[in-house]
């Protein structure tokens, strides 16, 4: 996999990583999971997530798909948006 220099981080993070926008459906949450850890064995561990995607489920299921990844080997890229409410930890 393709690396690049990661803006003012200077961490390597590969050029194609995996775009979660579209995670907001119940219906193929285990599918998406799946997708996620295969994306992860091809070397593509730069995710993009927020917590506005699917009103917080894509970054639910992207924590799913990363257990048992070692935090060191995932390259999280998340947004934020102000007009989202905020949501409840439990």
Known sequence: ????????????????GQG?????NDDIDNRAIETLKIGLDLGMTRID???MYGNGKAEELVGQAVVGT????IFLVSTFSLQMPLLKVQ
């Not at 996999?1 to 194609?16: A, E, L, S, Y």
């Not at 979660?20 to 907001?24: A, K, P, R, V, Y």
């Not at 070692?70 to 080997?73: A, F, G, L, S, Y």
């Open 20 to 24: 979660t926008w579209l995670i907001d």
């Open 70 to 73: 070692k935090r060191e080997d």
């Open 49 to 51: 997530t927020a917590e």
């Open 1 to 16: 996999m393709i690396k690049r220099k990661f803006g003012w981080t200077n961490v390597d993070v590969p050029i194609i």
